[in-house]
């Protein structure tokens, strides 16, 4: 079997999850012995290609151009949907004029805004992006999805969600889990030194530094405390206002450090070290690195919304992000908590990338079938 991966333009420029879900799902599938090659061209030569598997529900700009040039090859198209609703956490979390036109634009007028804000600071001008700037952005939705012929959720809820605010149903899923990748946790393990012994009990936040991630929140839930909190994540290009005013208030905090960047790998080391992981997200489908985190020892502090309840259960503690001090309540407890190992090992058992690929094979079998 021969597949061609698509996703995003600015996948490595801008790396996040989805970066991480899609190279390790290549590398997980090309050990089953499947051909796997990677294109970020909105119209690439699909022809050689039994499936085409494509990438993310909430950037259209490249999914929609790219699903529709598979569906005129004739070509069997499955989706990663990396999906959830980003109306609320525009209308209740950004800040700035990007708040206020978020409480008074339509989802449609929000995006259309926001593709034209980076046609002309970010020199975004793809086909897509400009289709963007005078059409509807759910209609590209619904479009993407009539133009696929199956689906890979990290969730159920994600299906669901898809059938709520788009009103878009079908059984031609199968639910795919993130995963950690279990060579590097036995290698964090295992090693003698991680190189980050100083966060030795500190609390971690690991993600890019933008509004949704939620930092300054999570500052402000800290402030006054004896916790020391290690950041790990680049600042948003898109954020770039909000991500100065985090790294600077970081700075100005001596309990407090930045890390800009650091390799995959090294990330379940800097979490064998620290006691608790917090994401403090306006939602999450899962987070990553709340698996990993969960992985390597860390008690976790996560949004409720999102995928986040249908991975952790009960194992994970939840707080209104909106709020320091639900953030700090929840810290609180999860760092007097004892580690629940029956929970690590469940992450390192059920969410690995073989089974992803295993999931991810069903799916592409059942593109083929038609």
Known sequence: MKVLMQTRQNVFDLAGGDTTQLVKTKEALESKGIDVDLSLDLRPDVSGYDVVHLFNLTRVQETFIQSKNAKEAGKPVVLSTIY???DSFEKSAANG?????????????MERLKAFGKYVLRGERSEGARYLMTHSFQKMQ???????????PNAKTEMDQIAAHLGFRTDNYVVVPNA???????????????????????IVCIGRID?????????KAVEGSDYKVVFVGKKS????????????????NPNMEWIEQIPNEDIYKLCRECRVSVLPSWFE???????????????IVVSPKGT?????????????????????????????????EVFGRKVITEYTWEKAAEKTLDGYQLALKG
């Not at 036995?186 to 009990?201: D, I, L, P, Q």
């Not at 509004?211 to 500052?219: A, C, D, E, V, Y």
């Not at 249908?310 to 994970?316: L, R, V």
């Not at 953030?327 to 629940?340: M, V």
Request: proline share 3%; aromatic share 12%; glycine share 8%.
């Open 211 to 219: 509004i949704r991630k939620n930092q300054l929140n999570l500052i």
């Open 84 to 86: 959830w609703p980003t």
């Open 237 to 252: 290009p898109g954020h770039i206002e909000y991500a100065n005013k985090v790294v600077s208030e970081i700075e100005a």
């Open 308 to 340: 986040t309840r249908d991975y952790f259960g009960d194992s994970a503690f939840y707080c209104d992000v909106s709020s320091p001090s639900s953030i700090r309540a929840a810290l609180d407890e999860a760092y007097a908590f004892n580690y629940d």
């Open 97 to 109: 004029l990007r708040g206020f036109l978020g409480k008074h634009l339509s989802v449609d007028g």
């Open 142 to 152: 619904l479009e993407i999805l009539d133009n696929c012929d199956v689906f890979l």
């Open 180 to 202: 950690v990748d279990v060579a590097s946790i036995k290698a964090a393990k295992e090693v003698e030194s991680t190189g980050y012994e100083r966060f030795s009990g500190w």
């Open 285 to 299: 489908t899962p987070g990553l690195v709340s698996l990993e985190a969960a992985a390597m020892g860390c008690n």
